[in-house]
């Protein structure tokens, strides 16, 4: 039989159940308040803890200049013996690269014949018959499907197949020691090259004696905005000092163009001229660019000399860079600059303005680097440029030039200079930066406007060659055929080599790789080499300015990482346009 089933009392007293159930609820109650007090207790003491551990870690840290005090006598001691060590080591590398690919007999050989090739073929020759044999040879290599079994035929060969597996072992045993030696060699390769390039091989045209291309071939448009002072009639005569066959000033409304009238006809009764040699044009609406392309459509002479309104020509300028126009193939010059030293009223002004002076002096130094290798130029300044007419006069150059966007904003009024040298390598004309000190051109910058006025101008350079970069690497792709390692030393480098992340991670991973240990001396040595790095580039400003050394160079480390903090804003930004 089953048992019957037994009914619960649920409510037989009612005075039971509440009872119960309120001390169930208090219990609940209880545990949930001594919860929320821990939560709460874990929180303050994780906070406590947490500044208790930021404030031990400060205390620490100030043993850290004490010990780099200790150390530097030692590190400098070190850095400055090392090269006498490397020295003797640099044949003996030499002959260890060289053994990979010749027999032992030949090393020796085949280095030197290696050297000499270089130099003849780079140097040497590159205007001659035989240069223009190695330039078609060159184009032959990179020909795609040449360079394709190149490349597959040097995977094949049985030292090279050694060398990948031994750095790729080198890099699976020992990972961090192989991001430092990556990191370190695509920063430093570039600098040692480029300080071998811009000291030993910069060259430039001389004007011949029987120049075909003469100033009076050229015509000079000079845009502005309307500030028709000192500067811009300083502009206006220096101009006028190189003898060019007419200057059109190409302003923006009606009441620029009256003044902008009313003070050229000043220049031109104090000088003596006649009525057609300086015209002035205008548009309704400020833009650089349609400015250029409006006061372009007007000239009848082979040549354009595009000026701003705040730079002054020496009186050789056009009869030094005219020599590169004697051949044909040539669209487009640039030239060296330089930022004028004006320490201002206050120390605000002279640090901006020093500021200015290193920023160019780098441009400088990179553009005649680049270019020497292989005829690179990564932007012609827009500063100062000369151009054929029929380029800009052509109605395809005209089109892009005023309808430019990025990313689907536009069209873009900026960045013509970066627009110029990327037309000029897409559509097979040569680029030249003509690094002369005849042709050396001055401006001033940084003394006006103040912090704010000033970093809006560096932002705004840092969002233009981020974009120009951008298309130049993604959209032409024709940069790596015509100038490889401009490529890769301005355009590629430009992309990761922010130092306010790049440096950091040089340290990071140089500590923890097998390079680095408690005894040695390796973050001495990477610090003297990142140090002595960022001078390079402005080692003439220096050498010009001994007075202001003693605080120039800690200003100029300053505003390497304070620029790098830049860079990082304009690439965020940089569909800004502005």
């Not at 974009?467 to 959209?475: E, H, P, Q, W």
């Amino acid at each position: 039989m089953s048992k019957p089933i037994q009914e619960i009392p649920l409510f037989v007293d009612s005075s039971i159940n509440e009872g119960t159930l309120l001390n169930s609820l208090s219990g609940i109650l209880l545990r949930f308040t001594i919860t929320i007090f821990k939560f709460f207790g874990a929180v303050v003491w994780f906070i406590l803890n947490s500044q208790w551990i930021l404030i031990k870690s400060f205390i620490a840290s100030l043993q850290v200049p004490l010990f780099l005090l200790k150390s530097t006598p030692k590190a400098i001691f070190s850095f400055l013996i090392a090269p006498f060590h490397l020295l003797p080591q640099i044949t003996g590398a030499i002959r260890l690269l060289f053994r990979f690919i010749f027999d032992q007999p030949l090393v020796i050989i085949s280095a030197a014949a290696l050297y000499v090739w270089l130099f003849y073929s780079l140097v040497a020759s590159r205007d001659t018959r035989v240069g223009q044999i190695f330039d078609t040879f060159y184009n032959f290599l990179f020909w795609v499907p040449i360079y394709s079994i190149i490349l597959i035929d040097l995977s094949n060969l049985v030292p090279l197949r050694i060398l990948y597996d031994t750095l790729e072992e080198f890099s699976y045993s020992s990972p961090w020691s192989a991001v430092f030696v990556f990191l370190f060699t695509f920063k430093f390769l570039k600098i040692v090259v480029h300080l071998f390039s811009y000291n030993f091989l910069t060259s430039y045209k001389l004007p011949p004696l029987d120049s075909t291309v003469l100033p009076s071939d050229v015509t000079v448009i000079i845009p502005t905005v309307g500030d028709f002072g000192p500067e811009f009639i300083q502009t206006v005569q220096s101009s006028l000092d190189n003898n060019p066959a007419k200057i059109i000033v190409s302003t923006v409304g009606t009441e620029n163009l009256i003044q902008a009238r009313r003070v050229i006809e000043q220049i031109m009764r104090t000088r003596g001229l006649p009525g057609q040699t300086i015209e002035v044009a205008a548009i309704h609406e400020p833009s650089k660019r349609a400015q250029c392309v409006h006061a372009s459509v007007a000239v009848k002479t082979n040549l354009i000399a595009y000026v701003d309104d705040h730079v002054v020509w020496p009186p050789t300028f056009l009869r030094s860079v005219l020599a590169e126009f004697e051949d044909p193939g040539v669209g487009i010059v640039g030239t060296c600059k330089r930022v004028k030293r004006e320490r201002g009223n206050t120390w605000s002004d002279s640090i901006r303005n020093f500021i200015a002076c290193i920023y160019v002096e780098r441009h400088n130094f990179e553009t005649t680097s680049t270019y020497n290798l292989d005829g690179g130029v990564w932007i012609i300044s827009g500063k100062t440029y000369l151009v054929r007419t029929d380029i800009v006069q052509s109605l395809e150059y005209r089109q892009q030039y005023l309808s430019e966007t990025f990313l689907g904003v536009g069209p873009i009024n900026c960045d013509d200079d970066h627009f110029n040298t990327r037309y000029m390598v897409n559509h097979g004309w040569k680029t030249v930066f003509h690094n002369r000190p005849q042709a050396m051109i001055r401006t001033s910058l940084g003394t006006s406007g103040g912090w704010t006025k000033f970093s809006q101008q560096l932002l705004r350079w840092a969002r233009s060659i981020w974009r120009s970069n951008f298309k130049t690497l993604f959209v032409d792709g024709k940069c790596w055929k015509a100038a490889p390692w401009t490529s890769y030393a301005m355009f590629l480098s430009s992309l990761f080599n922010i130092s306010i992340i790049y440096d950091p991670l040089l340290f990071i991973s140089l500590f923890k790789s097998q390079f680095y240990t408690p005894d040695s001396y390796a973050g001495e040595y990477l610090a003297w080499a990142l140090l002595l790095s960022k001078l390079t580039k402005s080692w003439n400003f220096h050498m010009r300015n001994k007075r202001d050394i003693i605080w120039t160079i800690p200003v100029e480390i300053i505003f390497g990482y304070f620029h790098g903090t830049i860079r990082l804003i304009a690439l965020f930004t940089c569909r800004d346009i502005r």
